[in-house]
């Protein structure tokens, strides 16, 4: 007898992803872990990346885009490389129309919580935990810098 499994983080980073067309080939925009791990190392982290493509910023729309597409990349192929073939064939697009994209891409990638349904937290870090609702995760870099509700 087989288990359902629960829906995980994992799968749904691991979505489908939206298609783009540059250049006359369709592409497909994918944020699996190597996209990930490029954002992290590019913007800092998905919150600030996210911030970034929130204000159209021309850097996070290309960043996300080469991002995405670097499941495509060859294994010989310099990220440097593919950095620049995939901004050459962004150059003259629209960019309003690659953040649109770009977003539904993200969006698939990384739904938000179902209306009544909590986030995902991590389990905690069992027996040095700092209380009910903490995480294995540091604090994000941006709870920090919103001023307080207590004032």
């Known amino acids: 007898m087989s288990s359902a499994l ?3 983080d994992a799968a749904r ?4 992803g939206l298609w783009l067309t540059l250049g006359g080939v369709p592409r497909r925009l994918h944020f699996g872990m190597r996209a990930t791990m490029y954002i992290e190392k590019e913007f800092g982290s998905l919150d ?20 995405a597409l670097l ?13 620049e073939e995939i901004v050459d064939l962004l150059d003259g697009a629209s960019l309003s129309d690659l ?8 969006s698939e990638a990384l739904p938000p919580p179902k209306p009544g349904e909590a986030a ?17 995760w540091p604090r994000s870099a941006t709870a920090a810098r919103r001023p307080s509700s207590s004032r």
Request: charged share 20%.
């Open 120 to 136: 995902p937290k991590g389990a905690g870090s069992r027996g040095r935990s700092r209380g009910r609702g903490t995480t294995s």
């Open 6 to 8: 629960a829906p995980t």
């Open 13 to 16: 980073i691991a979505a489908d």
């Open 71 to 83: 499941h495509e990349k060859s294994p010989q192929m310099a990220v440097e490389a593919f950095q």
């Open 48 to 67: 600030d990346f996210v911030a970034e493509l929130s204000r159209n910023k021309a850097t996070a729309i290309c960043g996300g885009i080469v991002a």
């Open 99 to 106: 953040a649109r994209s770009l977003v539904g891409a993200v």
